[in-house]
């Protein structure tokens, strides 16, 4: 079987081992975790969509994120939600001058099973958790119907 790969392969130059390498690469970047205070600096905030008896409820953890840099918008069935996270922190003490930025945006776009009525909408924010609650539209009761199976004859 060895006669059947080209020799140049056989000196570290096989290309199949320098892809898988290249991949392993890339995952094992990709599962590191951020460091602290980065906790979704272009990706996305932890988000629970819950059905309620009314409509659904979404709440996305946002701390760090102030009210004013968070953007809530409904199009017909979509959700979208957007945000900044903007953080600066300086220390001035006697012998030493410390200062910290950190910057952060996300951006989620979910489909929603009903147009809720933009006007019924609403959002609020508490210690970092955003809730958003979406009515079901008056008209958006259930479409299933049970069809009787009928004899023939």
Known sequence: MSSLIPSFW??????FVSLQKEMDRLFEDFGRKMPAGQSFG??????????TETGLELTAELPGVA????????????????GEKREEKT?????????E???GSFR???PLPFSPDPD???AHM????????????????????????????
């Open 10 to 15: 056989n000196d570290g130059n096989n290309p």
């Open 42 to 51: 272009g990706g996305f905030p932890s988000i629970n969509v819950q059905e």
């Open 67 to 82: 009210e004013k840099d968070i953007d809530v918008q409904v199009s017909d069935n979509t959700l979208t939600l957007k």
């Open 91 to 99: 220390i001035d003490e006697k012998d030493r001058h410390v200062s």
């Open 101 to 103: 930025r950190s910057f």
């Open 108 to 110: 989620r776009v979910m």
């Open 120 to 122: 019924a909408i609403e």
């Open 126 to 153: 508490d210690n970092g958790v955003l809730t958003v609650v979406l009515p079901r539209p008056a008209d958006a009761g259930p479409k299933a119907k049970k069809i009787e199976v009928k004899r023939k004859g």
